[in-house]
Nanobody, 119 residues
Framework: VQLQASGGGLVQPGGSLRLSCAAS????????MGWYRQAPGNQRELVAV???????NYANSVKGRFTISRDNAKNTVYLQMNSLKPEDTAVYYC??????????????WGQGTQVTVSS
């Protein structure tokens, strides 16, 4: 199973970005999908998570600004980021809890995509 993230980049404060992460491989089902981020010198932290049923949870720091969604038919999770702040600068990683075609349930991570918020 592979997770391919895209959509990062450089944006000015107050701007928007949309991250995407597509899962591929021997997938039987995908449970929770989410986004984490890690800034230099900091630990990786949860940004947002969405269950297979569509329930969501957000870090307090991004509530009201970020929206997580998923397209189950495409095995893809999205993160719409609005009103971006310099403190949102980090490498963003997507995550998925997957049951593979062989019946094993494991955690999978994308390669990370850089988001830089700066004027």
């Amino acid at each position: 199973v592979q997770l391919q993230a895209s959509g990062g980049g450089l944006v000015q404060p107050g701007g928007s970005l949309r991250l995407s992460c597509a899962a591929s491989g021997s997938i039987f089902s995908i449970h929770a999908m989410g986004w984490y981020r890690q800034a230099p010198g900091n630990q990786r932290e949860l940004v947002a998570v969405i269950t297979s049923g569509g329930s969501t949870n957000y870090a307090n720091s991004v509530k009201g600004r970020f929206t997580i969604s998923r397209d189950n038919a495409k095995n893809t999770v999205y993160l719409q980021m609005n009103s971006l702040k310099p403190e949102d600068t980090a490498v963003y990683y997507c995550h998925a809890r997957v049951t593979t075609g062989w019946g094993r349930e494991d955690d999978y991570w994308g390669q990370g995509t850089q988001v830089t918020v700066s004027s």
